[in-house]
């Protein structure tokens, strides 16, 4: 795998380096295409499950198609697009074959310009995060992680399961999660691209002068 820098125009019209990991691979005519956002995950929210309910509103489509036409437009070409939240960084792939990474892109971009955060989507999202964390409770190992961690890294994120709890997917509002967004930034980010394409299309670097520029984030070190 190739390992470069690659510099960009931020919105704020500053200069931003950002690390690029290239493989080349035509065995299959396959794409893969991965933004990885480092010390942006759960380390780094200000309440707790906020980064997983972020990722989920990426999986809601944009706000012009909504989720239904949004993945039916991916499910037609048979590419697909997630994002994750771990505990130290939050992540979007786009997987699809090689004849539609261009289609794949275009709708990256869409998404991440237009994300279909709504009332109404917050509100479904929370709803089903207090579900899961309802059945969560009856899972012994769930339980008895959560409360190692606990007694390990008091006062410290750690201390509470990532996808938080009832009390913390409450208080979060529409505002937190715009503030997440704008929180991850290009300082931030290395760029993966494998497969059988080129890293010289132009619609990647589209992609990333969406995000601005930032304070270059490191995960805080944890001690039992």
Same mark, same amino acid.
């Given at each position: ?18 690390? #690029?990991?290239?493989? #080349? ?62 505990? !130290? ?24 310009? !237009? ?63 715009? !503030? ?34 930032? !304070? ?5 070190? #944890?001690?039992?």
């Amino acid at each position: 795998m190739e390992k470069k820098e690659i510099s960009l125009k931020t919105k704020g019209g500053k200069s931003a380096k950002i690390d #690029f990991l290239y493989q #080349f691979d035509n065995s299959l005519p396959v794409a893969s295409f991965k933004l990885i956002f480092k010390a942006s995950g759960a380390v780094s929210e200000k309440i707790a499950g906020l980064a997983r309910i972020c990722a989920g509103v990426l999986g809601e489509g944009s706000k012009t198609l909504g989720v239904s036409e949004f993945h039916r437009k991916l499910d037609i070409r048979a590419v697909e697009i997630s994002a994750a939240s771990n505990f !130290e960084t939050f992540g979007v792939q786009l997987n699809c074959l090689k004849e539609h990474f261009d289609f794949g892109l275009d709708m990256l971009r869409e998404l991440l310009k !237009e994300p279909n955060l709504t009332p109404s989507v917050l509100e479904k999202l929370k709803m089903q995060t207090i579900g899961e964390i309802a059945v969560l409770k009856s899972e012994f190992d769930y339980i008895a992680t959560c409360n190692l961690k606990a007694l390990l890294y008091p006062r410290t994120r750690l201390e509470q399961p990532l996808i938080g709890d009832e009390a913390s997917i409450e208080r979060i509002t529409m505002k937190d999660v715009r !503030e997440f967004f704008a929180s991850l930034s290009l300082e931030n980010l290395y760029v993966v691209l494998c497969g059988d394409v080129s890293d010289k299309n132009p619609k990647i670097a589209e992609i990333l002068s969406l995000f601005a520029s930032g !304070e270059k984030r490191e995960p805080p070190p #944890f001690t039992p």
